[in-house]
């Protein structure tokens, strides 16, 4: 039972470069989305999705870029890493209906950008 | 703009004591209100969760007090244990919505 798996755990980036962090829920859960998490700040929306083909921004979109091709798969995109985007980043995904409020994290995305 | 606030920050509680974070939202539209806990290394995992048509929801040792005029809810720890040490976060949602707000979180260590 995989849940939503993350890759990488751990990415140091240099400012200025790009990376993909992946997403995968093997649940048929048509709701996903990415928060991240910094000190003293909880976790924030960046993106999320109701289902294939339909992606929405949330809290604090900029600087990320998301596709949502598959059901299963849900990749953030950082088109030009900066510094300000050293966080850990957390995939999450709900079933719908009357549970739609239940959400579940995979386990983490540590990215540094120096 | 900070809709979810939590307190304390940071909480040290000795073994068998009653762990208590507290939250307070501004949205009135929120209708869902779960609690989060989170191990060093890992992603939060749903604790417990309430619907403001109720004032209290116990499971297990923990409790959550829902007080809707006063728009501030509670986490309740009763007999913590050192497996409890964690950070937890409370969240308030609008049904449907599926995307969380998020208390800044709160850093509970129980002393053996």
């Known amino acids: 039972n995989a849940g939503v798996t993350q890759t990488p755990k751990f990415q140091v980036l240099k400012t200025g470069q790009s990376m993909t962090l992946q997403c995968a829920q093997d649940m048929n859960h048509e709701y996903m989305s990415w928060y991240r998490q910094d000190p003293g700040m909880g976790l924030r929306l960046i993106h999320y999705?109701?289902?294939?083909?339909?992606?929405d921004q949330g809290e604090v979109p900029n600087g990320y870029n998301v596709s949502r091709s598959t059901t299963e798969d849900f990749p953030l995109r950082l088109l030009s890493a900066a510094p300000s985007q050293t966080s850990v980043y957390f995939c999450?995904?709900?079933?719908?209906?009357?549970?739609?409020?239940?959400?579940?994290f995979g386990e983490g995305s540590w990215l540094t950008v120096v | 703009q900070q809709q979810v606030k939590q307190s304390p920050q940071s909480l040290i509680v000795q073994k068998g004591g009653i762990s208590i974070i507290n939250c307070a939202y501004e949205?009135?539209?929120?209708?869902?209100f779960p609690w989060y806990q989170q191990f060093p290394g890992k992603g939060p995992a749903l604790l417990i969760a309430i619907r403001p048509d109720v004032s209290e929801k116990k499971e297990g040792r923990f409790t959550i007090s829902f007080n809707k005029s006063a728009k501030q809810f509670s986490l309740h720890i009763m007999d913590s244990q050192p497996g409890d040490s964690a950070t937890y976060f409370c969240a308030s949602a609008r049904t449907g919505r599926r995307a969380l707000t998020f208390g800044s979180g709160t850093r509970l260590q129980v002393q053996p």
């Open positions: 999450a995904s709900s079933p719908q209906g009357i549970s739609g409020n239940t959400i579940y």
């Open positions: 999705s109701v289902g294939a083909g339909i992606t």
């Open positions: 949205n009135t539209a929120f209708d869902y």
